[in-house]
């Protein structure tokens, strides 16, 4: 049986990685610090201690007879990077590297700057013009150089903003006033933008693993998700409310005032260009590899979405929407700092 660590075993990605690594019959050794926020599947083994804790990681994995694979799916907080990146990308090379596993984790759009072309190769070339591009390239520099100077194979999965749990931009900003008709975009109307549903991604995790052998030793692929511009976003929201929503704007001028006055909301305020240039992932090469990559509808993705969010509880939603509720307790981690903004004024 193959074996897996994952690191952030109660954030979004870690929590949805165990899931998928568990149904596709791993052995999972899922990593956090605190007791899980909610129920693991059976056989699930909790390693609860500080993911920089090289040695007790390492010891773990030892005492379960070795790991195959770690996923690397700790998310400091976003105005924390600068600071807490380099030690958490040095832990997780040295226990790859003392394990001799293969270390995967989840790459974000933010490398090719805030000039990103609207299609995203593995080629595209980065650009460091803002400090979270610096700091996820120097993320992937440290990998790439782990791979070639001591044997450590790695696995990037490129992907675009998280949907399916609490804490994301969807139920932070975009969703927050549907219980009121209200739906509000964060850019123009028709601007493409990159979206991964945390299942299918999760599911794109462990079938890459499963094929790692085929792979160079660190290795970079990239997942469209679901591409969307707004206006067919908020048109799948409201199929599946069954009524027309209201359109709000993100209050960006607002938090453009704020930003000098808050680290997290200047550290926010910097990824707008993220809603004002079209992109898309290209994954051809993803899918040379997979064949068929794991694609839920938007229909059922929205639905499973709106039943964990605030609206859930008013009343508004049918009865395929209520059944496919999802956990919504909020993980730690990069997009639940969005509660820093959640109180602006939409307008």
Same mark, same amino acid.
């Given at each position: 049986?193959?074996?897996?660590?994952? &690191?952030?075993?109660?954030?979004? &990605?870690?929590?949805?990685?165990?899931?998928?690594?568990?149904?596709?019959?791993?052995?999972?050794?899922?990593?956090?610090?605190?007791?899980?926020?909610?129920?693991?599947?059976?056989?699930? %083994?909790?390693? %609860?201690?500080?993911?920089?804790?090289?040695?007790?990681?390492?010891?773990?994995?030892?005492? #379960?007879?070795?790991?195959?694979?770690?996923?690397?799916?700790?998310?400091?907080?976003?105005? /924390?990077?600068?600071?807490?990146?380099?030690?958490?990308?040095?832990?997780?090379?040295?226990?790859?590297?003392?394990?001799?596993?293969?270390?995967?984790?989840?790459?974000?759009?933010?490398?090719?700057?805030?000039? &990103?072309?609207?299609?995203?190769?593995?080629?595209?070339?980065?650009?460091?013009?803002?400090?979270?591009?610096?700091?996820?390239?120097?993320?992937?520099?440290?990998?790439?150089? #782990?791979?070639?100077?001591?044997?450590?194979?790695?696995?990037?999965?490129? #992907?675009?903003?998280?949907?399916?749990?609490?804490?994301?931009?969807?139920?932070?900003?975009?969703?927050?006033?549907?219980?009121?008709?209200?739906?509000?975009?964060?850019?123009?109307?028709?601007?493409?933008?990159?979206?991964?549903?945390?299942?299918?991604?999760?599911?794109?995790?462990?079938?890459?693993? /499963?094929?790692?052998? %085929?792979?160079?030793?660190?290795?970079?692929?990239?997942?469209?998700?679901?591409?969307?511009?707004?206006? !067919?976003? %908020?048109?799948?929201?409201?199929?599946?409310?069954?009524?027309?929503?209201?359109?709000?704007?993100?209050?960006?001028?607002?938090?453009?005032?704020?930003?000098?006055?808050?680290?997290?909301?200047?550290?926010?305020?910097?990824?707008?260009?993220?809603?004002?240039?079209?992109?898309?992932?290209?994954?051809?090469?993803?899918?040379?590899?997979?064949?068929?990559?794991?694609?839920?509808?938007?229909? /059922?993705?929205?639905?499973?979405?709106?039943?964990?969010?605030?609206?859930?509880?008013?009343?508004?939603?049918?009865?395929?929407?209520?059944?496919?509720?999802?956990?919504?307790?909020?993980?730690?981690?990069?997009? !639940?700092?969005?509660?820093?903004?959640?109180?602006?004024?939409?307008?």
């Amino acid at each position: 049986m193959s074996k897996v660590m994952v &690191l952030g075993a109660n954030g979004r &990605l870690g929590r949805a990685a165990v899931l998928a690594f568990a149904a596709a019959g791993w052995q999972v050794i899922a990593q956090l610090r605190r007791a899980p926020r909610a129920p693991l599947p059976a056989g699930v %083994q909790t390693l %609860q201690c500080d993911a920089l804790d090289v040695s007790a990681l390492v010891a773990a994995a030892r005492a #379960a007879g070795g790991v195959d694979l770690i996923v690397n799916a700790l998310n400091p907080e976003y105005t /924390e990077w600068a600071k807490r990146l380099p030690p958490i990308t040095a832990a997780t090379i040295a226990v790859a590297e003392a394990t001799g596993a293969t270390l995967m984790l989840p790459g974000n759009v933010y490398n090719f700057g805030n000039q &990103l072309p609207p299609l995203l190769r593995e080629d595209t070339p980065f650009a460091a013009t803002h400090p979270k591009a610096a700091q996820r390239i120097a993320l992937e520099r440290a990998l790439a150089d #782990a791979a070639r100077g001591r044997g450590v194979r790695s696995i990037v999965i490129r #992907a675009g903003d998280f949907l399916g749990d609490a804490g994301t931009w969807l139920d932070l900003a975009i969703a927050r006033g549907l219980a009121r008709g209200r739906f509000t975009r964060m850019g123009p109307a028709d601007l493409p933008h990159a979206w991964a549903w945390l299942p299918d991604l999760a599911r794109v995790f462990v079938q890459v693993a /499963e094929r790692r052998a %085929q792979l160079a030793p660190h290795t970079a692929l990239h997942y469209a998700g679901l591409t969307l511009t707004g206006a !067919q976003l %908020q048109a799948a929201f409201e199929a599946a409310l069954g009524r027309p929503l209201k359109t709000g704007r993100f209050p960006w001028p607002l938090l453009r005032l704020a930003a000098p006055f808050s680290p997290m909301l200047r550290a926010l305020f910097e990824m707008r260009y993220l809603w004002q240039r079209p992109h898309r992932l290209d994954d051809r090469r993803l899918r040379a590899l997979l064949g068929d990559v794991p694609s839920a509808p938007l229909d /059922e993705v929205v639905r499973t979405c709106l039943a964990g969010l605030p609206v859930a509880a008013s009343g508004h939603l049918g009865k395929g929407a209520a059944a496919g509720r999802a956990d919504a307790a909020r993980p730690q981690g990069e997009a !639940q700092n969005l509660n820093s903004a959640r109180r602006l004024t939409v307008v």
